[in-house]
């Protein structure tokens, strides 16, 4: 299973979309979590989630990397542009400081080493490229680890 991954306004879905219009079948993790009911308190339960067998061979969420993944791909934006659509979306200053800090200590990337070599974990960096640039890049790195 290929994981997408990185901190909330990354992209992910987008680029889930976008690999479906490609003709990779990728799914929410969060839809999928919902559900099945394994979400309390806007926080999923993780441990029953990995439980669930999960029929996909691309998954998305801001917390994928935890997942038995077979390879990761950390998806990175400009702070400025994070910060945007965070506020968009109506995250608290104090929930938009800690996803920040996320990426900004490389959490996800040590979360993800934890698990998998490094040579199994891919970091698609968005700064000044469009979002379609973005699908493109994870869509040929998709393609080469299924070569």
């Excluded at 917390?63 to 950390?74: A, E, G, R």
């Excluded at 968009?88 to 104090?94: I, L, P, V």
């Excluded at 800090?101 to 891919?122: G, H, K």
């Amino acid at each position: 299973m290929i994981c997408i991954t990185g901190i909330p306004a990354t992209g992910k879905t987008t680029v889930c979309n976008f690999l479906k219009t490609m003709g990779i079948q990728c799914s929410s993790l969060n839809d999928m979590a919902r559900e099945n009911k394994l979400i309390q308190n806007g926080r999923v339960d993780i441990d029953s989630l990995m439980e669930i067998r999960i029929d996909c061979p691309v998954v998305e969420a801001h917390y994928s990397h935890l997942l038995k993944c077979d390879y990761v791909i950390i998806l990175k934006d400009d702070e400025e542009a994070i910060l945007q659509r965070m506020k968009k979306r109506k995250y608290t200053n104090e929930k938009i400081s800690e996803n920040l800090d996320v990426q900004r200590s490389d959490t996800i990337y040590y979360e993800a080493l934890d698990r998998l070599p490094d040579n199994r974990i891919f970091t698609v960096n968005a700064h000044s490229k469009s979002i379609e640039d973005i699908c493109k890049i994870v869509y040929e790195i998709i393609h080469n680890i299924r070569q």
